[in-house]
């Protein structure tokens, strides 16, 4: 263990540095060091004991929860993961590094393994299959461990050849940095100039990065662990993914899972109107003022497909 802690750490900041014959050989076991600002992120929660609590706090957290939930399913997840529509690549770079501050790790590796899921979805080989390994596993084990810390680069080469997405996943650990650190001086700022506020910077560090992040994950999660246990089946995918409305209204859309393996690369997941799906009418917005464009929609006959595909669908 003193030997690899070296390696573990520089993992921390460049997440290039080799660990091949570590992963080789203990594959599914979880990379403790690697993985500790994992861990101090949910026991920074704890801190509202001390730091209290702001409308200026709640704002910020609610804020940043929003616009980072969107990064991931708009962008992470549609746009990389599925290509679901077009941009440019400016934009492209500005939501990879909203998504970055997310801290679930840069675009490649995010889409190479969400690419990765739809090709053997509910299969051995789907690290976060419930119906596989179990609930804690497909809830957050699975990215903790050692198999899963390298980019599957051989599913991501159409973006691999963006050298600033290349890195950003580098140094995924850059931009939650910098986010954790700009919140704790704008706390330490407001509670200088404007006192009546009631904040500080532990304050919104604490609600904004930590509690935000937290509650970010574990809903982003929870599309894994849950939509593939709980919900209504729509459609006869080769797996068992399910509509879940209440997963779709944490997740901005993401609930809608059966919808979403029926079709994967549509830009809308909510596949009829009363089906909300927030990260699509985002979508929709942006799309108005020309920054998206080319919005993918299901064909009718995959909409009123009712029988299992003879092949697994496309990403």
Known sequence: MNLRLPAALKRWIDSSVDDTASTATHARRIDWPRVLPFLLI???C?????VGISAVAVGVALFLYAVRMFAITGFYHRYFSHRAFKTSRAVQFSFALLGASAVQRGPLWWASHHRHHHAHSDEASDSHSAKQHGFL????????????????????????RYAELRWLDRFDVLVPTLLGIGLYGLGAWLEHESPGLGTSGGQLFVW?????????YHSTFAINSMAHRFGARRYA?????????????VTFGE???????HFPGAARQGFYWWEIDLTYYGLRALAAVGLIWDLRSPPPAMLAMRAPSAERPSV
Not at 137 to 158: C, I, K, Q, T, Y
Not at 237 to 248: C, G, V
Not at 255 to 261: K, L, M, P, Q
Request: proline share 2%; with cysteine; net charge neutral.
């Open 137 to 160: 596993w497909s809830h957050m084990g699975w990215f903790l461990a050692r198999e899963n810390f390298p980019v599957r680069a051989h599913l991501v080469r159409d973006l691999s």
């Open 237 to 249: 995918t080769q797996d068992d993914s399910r509509n879940n409305l209440w997963l779709a209204l």
């Open 208 to 216: 904004g990065f930590c509690l935000s992040t937290v509650i970010l």
């Open 255 to 261: 609930g809608w899972h059966n919808n979403h393996h």
């Open 42 to 44: 949910h026991l920074g």
């Open 46 to 50: 704890i801190g509202v004991v001390w």
